[in-house]
């Protein structure tokens, strides 16, 4: 079964800090894997795309990695800000005519002073 | 530049009723979705359209209806209202390329009393 899981599912930080969340996914065939940022009560945003021959991407302050072998990705906040607050969900898609997206359900970050 | 435009962004529903939500995008994709997201789980694919006339079932296509009669507007249709389909509901555009980006809505939070 095509399955993203992240960890961990809710995280509290001193703004400032640094922090890496964790995507572990079993799904195939692997086209590109994402990282979206969602505020509460507004919609998903892109932070980064990679593919299968990419394993660092950065986005400012956000920088993710992608090892297709394990078939685990990390998102890195550096100097979390009180804006970082929100849910970050990995997403994987797959390829082919019946390509489609798998999202995890998100680790939710709280910046605090 | 508006991106993806939902309406309403609230609504309250009796068991029965019908409604039909609103999505609307500005950036000529011809890739359109209806996504929704419930505590603890990640997004579900509704329905999907891959241009202007056609449609498509994705994971959870029961009962909702969709319709795509001009490229830039998604209808999603909720012919008779079940307290399950309490939700909020994201739409989402994207361009035909395999590594473009989805673009999403602020959501809809429907609730089925």
């Known amino acids: 079964k095509n399955q993203v899981e992240q960890s961990p599912q809710s995280l509290i930080i001193l703004e400032g800090k640094n922090c890496t969340l964790q995507?572990?996914?079993?799904?195939?065939?692997?086209?590109?894997l994402r990282w979206y940022k969602q505020d509460t009560g507004r919609g998903p945003v892109s932070l980064t795309i990679?593919?299968?021959?990419?394993n660092t991407k950065s986005n400012g302050r956000y920088t993710a990695t992608l090892d297709a072998d394990t078939k685990q990705s990390s998102l890195h906040i550096t100097a979390s800000q009180l804006s970082d607050s929100a849910s970050y969900i990995c997403?994987?898609?797959?390829?082919?005519?019946?390509?489609?997206?798998?999202f995890g359900t998100g680790t939710r970050l709280q910046v605090t002073l | 530049n508006a991106g993806v435009t939902q309406t309403p962004k609230f609504r309250v529903l009796k068991t029965g009723q019908s409604m039909t939500l609103l999505c609307a995008q500005d950036?000529?994709?011809?890739?359109m979705y209806w996504y929704r997201q419930d505590p603890g789980m990640g997004l579900r694919l509704i329905h999907y359209?891959?241009?202007?006339?056609?449609?498509a079932k994705g994971e959870v296509p029961d009962g909702y209806n969709v319709s795509r009669l001009k490229k830039q507007n998604f209808l999603l249709g909720l012919e008779s209202a079940a307290p399950s389909q309490t939700s909020v509901y994201f739409c989402?555009?994207?361009?035909?390329?395999?590594?473009?980006?989805?673009?999403f809505g602020s959501g809809t939070r429907l609730t089925v009393v």
């Open positions: 990679m593919t299968f021959s990419e």
């Open positions: 997403v994987v898609k797959t390829t082919g005519t019946a390509s489609k997206l798998t």
């Open positions: 989402a555009s994207s361009a035909s390329q395999p590594n473009y980006g989805y673009t």
């Open positions: 995507c572990n996914y079993t799904v195939s065939p692997f086209s590109n």
């Open positions: 950036m000529n994709h011809e890739y």
């Open positions: 359209s891959v241009g202007e006339g056609t449609t």
